[in-house]
């Protein structure tokens, strides 16, 4: 679904792109899409684990073989790891 998969810790990691990072070019550069996937949509993964272990020190469930439970059960998600996550 969202091409990420929870690794045997329960957190989830950034796949690498599925082509190379210069094969837009000339219309996007090597250096956007690295900064882009590598740095951007990193930085995402990262805030989401940051949020799945709030939950997990909370004793709450993480939902982590399916992320989309996490939006699915927003209203029991505690109010600021909802924030972390919609951020």
């Known amino acids: 679904a969202l091409g990420l998969k ?4 329960g957190l989830w990691e950034l ?3 599925p082509y190379a990072y210069e094969s837009l070019e000339p219309y996007i550069d090597t250096q956007t899409m690295r900064l882009h996937h590598d740095m ?3 930085a995402y993964v990262t805030k989401f684990n940051a949020a799945l272990t709030k939950l997990k020190d909370a004793g709450l469930p993480t939902w ?4 989309y439970k996490i939006i699915q059960k927003f209203e ?3 109010a600021d790891v909802r924030k972390t996550i919609r951020d």
């Open 6 to 9: 929870a690794n045997e810790g």
């Open 15 to 17: 796949p690498p792109l």
């Open 40 to 42: 951007h949509h990193n």
């Open 64 to 67: 982590k073989e399916d992320p």
């Open 76 to 78: 029991d998600v505690p």
